[in-house]
Nanobody
Framework: QVQLVESGGDSVQAGGSLRLSCAAS????????MGWFRQAPGKEREFVAA????????VYADSVKGRFTISRDYAKNTVSLQMNSLKLEDTAVYHC????????????????????WGQGTQVTVSS
């Protein structure tokens, strides 16, 4: 059974920082691409960031580029999302996802390419 469990969500003031973590269990995810998506109330799920296993290259949504950083720890089977300079519009439930295929970076924006999903962790940014 593959499981992805997110943690680190919290309430924070605008301009603050949070670090989300996703722990993967059930198998080794070193060959998987990992991504973060988010969903705000009344909105569709949107891509945030992803990291390929091949060379660990990263891609980001334009809305978070320069503020968020995705990273992974192969030994611990975890992926993290460091979020700085948080804005009100970053408020959402953040989901971790894993893709079995080593997609091109451009394909990692598509949520349909991911095979496993976590339940999500709430991030609330207030003024």
């Amino acid at each position: 059974q593959v499981q992805l469990v997110e943690s680190g969500g919290d309430s924070v003031q605008a301009g603050g920082s949070l670090r989300l973590s996703c722990a993967a269990s059930g198998r080794t995810f070193s060959n998987y691409a990992m991504g973060w998506f988010r969903q705000a109330p009344g909105k569709e799920r949107e891509f945030v960031a992803a990291i390929r296993w091949a060379g660990a290259s990263t891609v980001y949504a334009d809305s978070v580029k320069g503020r968020f950083t995705i990273s992974r720890d192969y030994a611990k089977n975890t992926v993290s999302l460091q979020m700085n300079s948080l804005k009100l519009e970053d408020t959402a439930v953040y989901h971790c996802a894993a893709a079995r295929t080593d997609y091109r970076a451009s394909d990692l924006y598509n949520s349909r390419n991911y095979d496993y999903w976590g339940q999500g962790t709430q991030v609330t940014v207030s003024s």
